[in-house]
Structures are given as structure tokens and as C-alpha cells.
């Protein structure tokens, strides 16, 4: 399991400061969670409230859609959850960190170390075939640039697209810019992966493509969060996290044995008594 600090960038003068410790928890046994946030709100001038009071836990592992209608939330939440955007009241904690206590640096470096970005329409370079475009992932690494295309090549074929390595993305087919996005995402091996309306310009086949291999990626040990407003999408992933005018309305489980599926309140983490209940998502 990875236990790599936030790095902070270097100074003018080369040298970095002493990188943050990886946090555990209490009993310095587990690392924390991927995401956590605690009483998350976010609201914006002329009372408009995009979040009210999000409790949410996701852990190592697991593979989670984050669903509902346009104007429900769920962009505000991936925004707060990839640390794009910060709450105006309560905490939010990526890999343990409280992204409130951070310098800018330092967020920074926390975004680029532990989380990818998959978006609905690729953000793709034009003129730059499938490794540069991959290897961008790894700019504000300090990755060398051989280093950088090496490591680009090994995701490509991660996603079954080593074959089309030299291709430009107007070379490509939707599906295909959208398995060089995720190629891009998994490059700095982050511990979350959050994937954006990742089927949303694609045809139904393509879109199939996608989500088998993300489903792939997580069952290699990738921890996932799919955004969605879509049910279909949503349904066939294990848990099911749905918003509805900035509340979290219900937070749901399939069982992996029965396939059995249960609610779980939001926050609680897997395996824990709480999370085999049948009980709804209060907000």
C-alpha cells in the first residue's frame, strides 16, 4: 500500500522542506481514508446552496458512483473532492490531509500525487500523440521527460492502447481519446481516480468500453468515483452515493456476495457494523 508524503515543490534555491508524514490513524495501524469530508457545505452570494452539510467517506478500494439530476450538487462535489474548489464551511481530508491547512504548494502537490481526473470531453492536445498527451500527466511531477514517456507508454497499454501510441488525437475514436484520458489520470499512480461524466460524448459501445475498464482498474486496486446523472451508469457500479439539491438522499451498497443491496449512512466506512445496516443517508 502506498505510503509516499506530499512533496513540496522545490524553493528558488533548490532545496525542499521536510516532506509532510504520511498521516495513519489513531492507532497507526491503517492509512486514512481516501476522501473525507465532515459537515462539507458550500454556498455561493444570493443564498444559493450547492452542498449542505455532506458527510461522505470513501475508502481504499472501492468504486463509487456519485449520482443525480443537473443542479443537484454533484459537480460542486467533484469539484470539493479533487480539492478545485474548498468548502466555505466544514472539513475536507484527502489521503488525511485537511486540505484547509495547506499552503497552495502543498495543495498542489496533494492533487498531483493523489488524484486523476478523467473529464467528459478528454482535454486532449491537438498535434500530440497519445504518449506526449499521457506523459502531460507528470509535468508538475518533476518527472524527466524520458521518465515521463517511458511511464506514459506502460499506462497506455494499461488501457489496451499501446498500438495506438503514435496517434494524434484527431486520429482517434471517442472511445479512444477517452482510454488516453484515463491512460493520462493513472500515469502518476494517484489513489483516487475521479472520472467525470467519463461516458457522456461517447456512442453506447463505446461507453461500454469505458466502463468495463474502469472496472478493471478498480478491481487492480484503483479507488474510483464516477460522476454521473446517469441511473443506468450508476446501477452498475457497488455503491451508489445520490445527491439531490445539494444533500446526499440515499448512499447504497450491493452486496459482493448475494448481490443483495443495502443503504449505508453516509460517512461510514466499510466493513464497519454501521455499514451493513439498512438505514438512509440523512444530509
Do not use: W
Not at 53 to 76: D, I, Q
Not at 110 to 123: C, D, K, N
Not at 135 to 161: I, M, S
Not at 207 to 229: F, Q
Amino acid at each position: 500500500m502506498r505510503r509516499d508524503p506530499v512533496i513540496e515543490p522545490r524553493n528558488a534555491a533548490g532545496t525542499a522542506p521536510a516532506p509532510v508524514t504520511e498521516p495513519r490513524d489513531a492507532a497507526g495501524t491503517r492509512p486514512p481514508p481516501v476522501i473525507e469530508l465532515r459537515d462539507a457545505a458550500k454556498s455561493y452570494p444570493g443564498g444559493v446552496h450547492a452542498l449542505r452539510g455532506v458527510n461522505l467517506t470513501v475508502e481504499e478500494g472501492e468504486l463509487v458512483a456519485v449520482v443525480g439530476p443537473s443542479g443537484s450538487g454533484k459537480s460542486t462535489m467533484l469539484n470539493i473532492m479533487g480539492t478545485l474548489d474548498k468548502p466555505t464551511t466544514g472539513t475536507v481530508r484527502v489521503a488525511g490531509y485537511d486540505v484547509s491547512e495547506l499552503s497552495d504548494s502543498r495543495l498542489s502537490a496533494l492533487r498531483a500525487r493523489h488524484i486523476g481526473f478523467v473529464f467528459q470531453h478528454f482535454h486532449l492536445a491537438a498535434g500530440r500523440d497519445a504518449v506526449d498527451n499521457v506523459a502531460d500527466g507528470l509535468l508538475y511531477a518533476g518527472v524527466p521527460l524520458r521518465e515521463r514517456r517511458t511511464r506514459a507508454r506502460e499506462a497506455l497499454a494499461k488501457v489496451r492502447l499501446d498500438h495506438r501510441r503514435s496517434h494524434t488525437p484527431n486520429e482517434l475514436s471517442g472511445g479512444e481519446k477517452q482510454r488516453v484520458a484515463i491512460a493520462r489520470a493513472l500515469v502518476g499512480d494517484p489513489r483516487l481516480l475521479l472520472a467525470d461524466e467519463p461516458t457522456g460524448a461517447l456512442d453506447t459501445a463505446s461507453g461500454e468500453i469505458v466502463m468495463a475498464l474502469l472496472h478493471e482498474l478498480n478491481a487492480s486496486g484503483t479507488t474510483i468515483c464516477v460522476i454521473t446523472h446517469d441511473n443506468g451508469i450508476a446501477d452498475s457500479l457497488p455503491r451508489r452515493v445520490r445527491f439531490k439539491d445539494g444533500e446526499i438522499v440515499s448512499d447504497s451498497r450491493s452486496g459482493t456476495r448475494s448481490g443483495t443491496r443495502s443503504d449505508t449512512p453516509s460517512g461510514a466506512r466499510p466493513g464497519t457494523r454501521s455499514a451493513s445496516r439498512t438505514e438512509e443517508a440523512g444530509s
